[in-house]
């Protein structure tokens, strides 16, 4: 209890530190989002519903600087965090194996705060957006990660809130099963080619898959609708471009302010040199090891993730944003935890906020003056 609450003391300073530094409203599509949070309908399964009164006391299209909305939002993103966190928690410990050692549970509670740290995570969580819910569902969901029940159920969860980072999470979901059997059936070689093939395919057929499944039940109505907004509604083709749709993903996933188009480049450096750094480290692990599965838990959800990040944004041009993948970040620290202590991979997360930070200081003061 006291590791936890000292957690949330750091994270609540973290989030309204960052706040503060942030230009406002410098988020996706911040206008319509803040509109749909006070005025459409929403589920009762969405806790906006319960906030939209309070909300709307408050105009949030005014981009002056004020302490006390800013408050407002550190503090209902604190609070999803903390319930959201604290209620899988009780059902993870009320419903696991109990003959099972807590040792064994690599995904848990300690890694998946260390995942918070993470500063495309910490700055999507403090989006004013109903994603915003569906994000923390998704990113705790990996305290269920050895269950595909659990994690249908976290799918069901978001689905009232926004169709499409549910689709992503199913579809998240649907790569697991085909990356588990895969690494059982085939190993890690024949895996890691059908994630290069599944990048190929996808760079190809790009929006014609869905068009291709436009057929199928229950997802070939929206996929067709998706399909025909974009190709005879909007021309995002020519916004984003389909090589370049990856490389979006990548570098919003670390950090990037979309409304200024303000780049990291610094972060993004340092990030690429630790992941060659990191898949070697996991490579001389993985190969030094006398049983060679041992990892096949940890390595079916970094290939289902690299394959979504991949994918899906050719596939999906306006889902090319991280809002939608950085969920996965977690269960790439699955993996990282094979090779590295949490020391390690804790101390990898204070270097890049110190990065990001003193960039976000640096623009603060050049404003300023």
């Known amino acids: ?15 309204f530190c960052a706040r503060l530094l942030l230009p406002y409203g410098d988020e996706p599509d911040f206008d319509y989002r803040v509109f749909s949070i006070l005025f459409f309908e929403k589920s009762t399964l969405n806790p906006f519903v319960y906030f ?19 408050l407002i939002r550190v503090s209902f993103t604190f609070f999803l965090i903390y319930s959201v966190l604290n209620l899988f928690l009780f059902l993870r410990s009320t419903f696991r194996d109990k003959k099972t050692a807590d040792v064994k549970y690599r995904f848990n509670q300690e890694l998946l705060i260390i995942s918070l740290y993470f500063p495309g995570v910490w700055y999507y969580l ?12 998704a990113l705790c969901s990996v305290l269920f990660a050895k269950s595909l029940f659990a994690l249908s ?9 926004d169709v499409g980072s549910a689709i992503l999470f199913f579809s998240f979901i649907i790569l697991t099963c085909v990356f588990r059997l895969s690494i059982l059936k085939r190993g890690y070689l024949f895996s890691i080619v059908l994630v290069l093939a599944f990048a190929i395919t996808s760079a190809i057929l790009s929006m014609k898959i869905l068009d291709i499944i436009s057929s199928l039940p229950l997802i070939g109505e929206k996929a067709a609708h998706i399909y025909e907004q974009y190709t005879e509604i909007y021309d995002v083709n020519e916004k984003y ?19 200024s188009r303000v780049f990291f480049p610094v972060a993004y450096l340092y990030v690429f040199i630790a992941l060659i750094i990191g898949i070697g480290k996991i490579i001389k692990t993985i190969s030094h090891d006398a049983e060679i599965k041992k990892y096949s838990f940890e390595m079916t959800f970094a290939l289902t993730s690299i394959t979504l990040i991949i994918c899906f944004p050719m596939i999906l041009p306006a889902f090319a944003n991280a809002k939608y993948y950085v ?14 202590d949490f020391k390690k991979l804790i101390i990898f997360n204070l270097i890049l906020n110190v990065l990001v930070f003193v960039q976000l200081v640096v623009m603060k003061v050049i404003i300023y003056f």
């Open 52 to 70: 939209e009164l309070f909300f709307r006391q408050y105009d949030w299209f005014i981009s002056d600087f004020d302490l006390e909305k800013v």
């Open 126 to 137: 403090g989006v004013f957006a109903e994603e915003q819910y569906t994000l923390v569902l």
């Open 241 to 259: 471009p389909i090589y370049y749709r990856p490389i979006i993903t990548f570098i919003s996933m670390i950090f990037y302010l979309p409304e």
């Open 327 to 340: 969920f996965v970040i977690p269960y790439i620290f699955l993996l990282l935890g094979c090779a590295f």
């Open 1 to 15: 209890m006291k590791l936890q609450i000292k957690f949330f003391l750091k994270y609540f300073l973290l989030l």
């Open 153 to 161: 159920l976290v799918g069901v969860l978001m689905l009232p809130i």
